[in-house]
Nanobody, 115 residues
């Protein structure tokens, strides 16, 4: 059974950067395609970036060129490097498998972009 814990959020000014981490427990982590999702107030949760077990990546148009997803299978960790942050990136960020397993949603980590 995989469990996921997100960290690394915070308050940052527009144009700034943050790196989010998602630590996974469970020996099967490396075979899962993983994703970073976000949910802004009053909006539905959306997938912003995904990475396969082999390292292929995919991004939502809104973050393409600014966000980078990566993983370290030896550390059972998925990262989201966020550069060029904008106020509309403000949201709670979650990690999950790319298929968004309902039983794996964690607390998420708050990212607030504001001057």
């Amino acid at each position: 059974q995989v469990q996921l814990v997100e960290s690394g959020g915070g308050l940052v000014q527009p144009g700034g950067s943050l790196r989010l981490s998602c630590a996974a427990s469970g020996s099967m982590f490396k075979i899962y395609a993983m994703g970073w999702y976000r949910q802004a107030p009053g909006k539905q949760r959306e997938l912003v970036a995904a990475i396969t077990g082999g390292g292929s990546t995919n991004y939502a148009d809104s973050v393409k060129g600014r966000f980078t997803i990566s993983r370290d299978n030896a550390k059972n960790t998925v990262y989201l490097q966020m550069n060029g942050l904008r106020p509309d990136d403000t949201a709670v960020y979650y990690c999950n498998t790319a298929t968004a397993r309902p039983n794996l949603w964690g607390q998420g980590t708050q990212v607030t972009v504001s001057s």
